[in-house]
């Protein structure tokens, strides 16, 4: 299998420090972006060995599961850390460009678009997620042959911390309704019911469809370019930056993400505790605790 993974990444210490990107230290954007691009690597590409303690040997693994991985990393006006990560020259390809900083994630669609015909697999990741899970791609293959290539599975975003009322909080909880009510139809299958490995799952049409990211297989990729609305930067979504990396695919297909209960079938982690510590602050703590 061929992946072309896309990465939106800025940095800016005097934007301010509203976001992760605009914090006056570099070293935690840093850090997420390395290991962002290092999971991708060490899950998914043929970068991988079994170690043979018996013959003090390396020798292959998940031969039928590693997939030729290319990953570019896009930027803005030469505001990035790419100069201060620890990882080889061949990791990934860094595509540079002199976008609004806000409309960087419009550049990886760009990106997506000129690699038509070339891959299985077309992603889009902000630069502080991890995919650490060997299976995404066989799970969303599983979901695509099930329910057609017009619904699009997308992943929870998680938080982990070793301290706090929870050690894991999955952070893309519902908006309101009026928020994405003229950009999709929830009441349209608002469910899909499943079963794989004898366990039953069941995926909505989330009120909240962002995650950060989008992972679409060749047809859904060629589909949505063929859009009258493709690239035309719409930013109407909440932001500029969730409407990069939601917008267009809310638009295109019906998103599904797994109900609560099944919340793990396919996520992504964030990286940091940023939305952990509003808990029994800006969020109150309510239901079963642990």
Known sequence: MRILFTIAHYFNPEGGGKHGSLSKDPRPRALALTNCLTALRGTFSKSQCFIDISHFATASVNQNQVSDVDIVVCTTQNRHLLNQISLPSNAYHHH???AAPMLL????QAVLRDGLGKYDYYCYLEDDLILR???FFIKLNWFTTQAGDLNLLMPNRYEVAPQGPFCKAYIDGDLIPEATAKFQNVQDRPELKGSIMEQGILFRRP???HSGCYFLNSRQMAHWTRQPYFLDRDVSFV????SAAT???M??????KTAPAYAGFLEIQHFGNAFLNLIGNQIRLTGSQP
């Open 247 to 249: 917008l267009g695919v």
């Open 239 to 242: 932001g500029p930056l969730e």
């Open 133 to 135: 899970d060997p299976w």
């Open 96 to 98: 540079a460009t002199n």
């Open 251 to 256: 638009k295109t297909f019906r998103i599904y």
């Open 105 to 108: 994630g419009f550049e990886c």
């Open 207 to 209: 009120l909240n469809p």
